[in-house]
């Protein structure tokens, strides 16, 4: 095995691609795990107690395979699960929430942001809490068919448009009700980003969109350089999947063909494991 530090990428499904695609370029030399918990998906209809035994089954494996670094690449059990997964685990645990919270507070100037987000994680209030933590005021808005609408590969439909602009209509709104001066909009799923060009075509100017996805790749890369597990310096403009493993508990075909939209690049292996119930 390679001495580069391995790092665990976990999803309940296919989002947590959007994550591991911003890894990819910022740690090149790290060894990859990538977990989609498939056959138990979604998340959000299950309640706290089943997603967080899910989820500490999938960081346990992802251990158990020499995992480092854990990276909680899924809103919902970032929201219900993170302290369970902490708990169990025995390596560092990054969740996408919270960097996702730090990420608006360090670009939110009028302090007031909207949160895009699945039904599970907006009815945790998670993103609300954590953003009410760092000072900020917080609209958080679910919007349920982007989802399905997004995995059906309707990333550039009319029919997609007319949803995204209902949902940021009615949160504008909302805003506007609450006196709010929203100046960012923080991607509180990681299949949103497949939408972001959607996205600023549909808000007001002036508003920043931010992908946690992004923000949690950048952390990851700023711990595991002051831990010294990687050198100063080291992001490449590449996208090299060699060091790459993909595990699926189900559908591996819906999976290669999921996954490589989500990642931006051809999925040629993933491997079938099983959890179980």
Request: charge should be negative; hydrophobic fraction near 40%; charged fraction near 20%.
């Amino acid at each position: 095995m390679s001495t580069s530090v391995r790092i665990g990428v976990f999803d309940s499904g296919f989002g947590g691609l959007t994550v591991l695609r911003a890894l990819l370029p910022r740690i090149p030399s790290a060894e990859f795990f990538y977990l989609g918990d498939t056959a138990r998906l979604p998340y959000g209809s299950k309640s706290q107690t089943t997603v967080a035994r899910y989820a500490v089954e999938s960081a346990q494996r992802l251990e158990s395979w020499g995992a480092q670094y854990l990276v909680i690449a899924c809103n919902t059990a970032s929201a219900l699960a993170l302290d369970a997964i902490r708990e169990a685990a025995n390596v560092p645990v990054l969740g996408v929430i919270e960097t996702g919270a730090d990420s608006a507070a360090s670009s939110s100037h009028t302090r007031d942001v909207l949160v895009l987000a699945t039904d599970a994680t907006v009815q945790s209030h998670a993103y609300a809490q954590a953003c009410a933590a760092r000072g900020l005021r917080s609209i958080e808005r679910a919007c349920p068919l982007l989802v399905p609408l997004i995995e059906e590969g309707w990333t550039d439909h009319p029919v997609t448009r007319q949803v995204l602009r209902i949902y940021l209509d009615e949160a504008l709104a909302t805003a506007r009700d609450h006196g709010y001066a929203l100046d960012t909009v923080l991607l509180g799923c990681t299949h949103y980003p497949l939408l972001r060009a959607m996205l600023e075509a549909s808000l007001p100017d002036g508003i920043t969109i931010l992908d946690s996805a992004e923000s949690t790749a950048q952390r990851v890369h700023q711990q595991l350089e002051a831990n010294a597990q990687i050198s100063n310096g080291n992001d490449s403009s590449d996208i090299n999947l060699a060091r790459c493993h993909f595990f699926a508990t189900d559908s591996i075909g819906k999976f290669r063909t999921l996954g490589s939209r989500f990642l931006g690049q051809p999925i040629e292996h993933v491997e079938l494991i099983d959890l179980g119930g």
